[in-house]
């Protein structure tokens, strides 16, 4: 049950994933306790599960517990134990918890390089997820400064079309719109958007953040015909497959608004949001 659930979840079918993860993390609760290492995983992947959906508060609720846990039964410095540090940090950082979430990022970091080594992937995914939350922050030459450095790693360690390192590209280029190299952002944009769709698929959430952070950048150079075709696909992808009242949905809808809206087009943006 645990696989399939996290193949749906690969897959972005997200609600499917979740109700599995849930009856799985029952039964391990009930056969083997709330204790056990397996127990863990299973609340491990319902959290993601829930986070991949917008629902941050019970993913949030649910970690906290599950990281006390895993201190308790397998220690602070296990490798388990620092996943759940990074995607604790990470749940924090999606609500604007921005210290809290810094502070066990560096933690988690420190952490893994010293327990896993500077070239694991887990710690690369630390350097990664550290960088994000500088981003957040408006920390910006900082995050771009992290992001290179973890995109060199990840390409020599997993290859260049390895999901986490299409995630790597996805970061750069979106730090490098906020500081204004709109060029150099759009041609990382342009080569992540066409990598994610022949390595997950022209429907896969991923993708779909990829298409929407190129419009982003193509809206910011002035180039509106292309950036409003492109959010007009982004969002009826997302209606389709994430849910019209999924935050990522919401997301295309404004940003298609406001493209529309910079050309003039105020009725037609109205009607997005009826």
Same mark, same amino acid.
């Given at each position: ?51 991949s ?12 517990k599950?990281?006390q846990? *895993? ?5 602070? +410095? ?65 995050? +771009?400064?992290?992001?290179?450095q ?5 390409? =020599? %360690? ?6 986490d =390192?299409?995630? *790597? ?31 997950l ?27 409003e075709?492109?959010?007009?696909? =982004? ?5 389709? %497959? ?16 406001? %493209? ?14 009826q």
């Amino acid at each position: 049950m645990n696989n399939l659930a996290c193949v749906l979840r690969i897959q972005g079918k997200y609600e499917e994933a979740e109700q599995m993860h849930r009856q799985t993390l029952e039964l391990k609760e009930a056969l083997l306790g709330r204790k056990h290492p397996d127990t863990f995983d299973s609340m491990n992947n319902l959290v993601g599960v829930l986070q991949s959906q917008g629902k941050y508060e019970e993913a949030e609720i649910l970690h906290r517990k599950k990281l006390q846990l *895993s201190k308790e039964v397998l220690g602070k +410095e296990h490798p388990d134990t620092l996943t759940s540090m990074n995607n604790f940090a990470y749940i924090l950082d999606s609500q604007g918890k921005y210290d809290e979430a810094e502070q066990m990022h560096w933690q988690t970091l420190k952490l893994r390089e010293a327990v896993l080594g500077k070239e694991h992937p887990e710690t690369l995914t630390g350097m990664n997820n550290l960088a994000y939350v500088f981003d957040s922050q408006g920390k910006y030459e900082k995050a +771009e400064q992290i992001h290179r450095q973890t995109l060199v790693l990840r390409e =020599t %360690v997993l290859g260049q079309e390895h999901p986490d =390192t299409l995630t *790597s590209m996805n970061n750069l280029a979106c730090v490098l719109d906020s500081q204004g190299k709109y060029e150099e952002a759009e041609i990382m944009h342009r080569e992540e958007l066409q990598l994610s769709k022949e390595v997950l698929g022209k429907e896969h959430p991923d993708t779909l953040t990829s298409m929407n952070n190129l419009a982003y950048v193509l809206d910011s150079q002035g180039k509106y015909d292309e950036a409003e075709q492109m959010h007009w696909q =982004t969002l009826k992808l997302r209606e389709a %497959v994430l849910g019209r009242e999924h935050p990522s949905t919401f997301t295309s809808m404004n940003n298609l608004a406001c %493209v529309l809206r910079s050309r003039g087009k105020h009725e037609e943006a109205k009607r997005i949001f009826q």
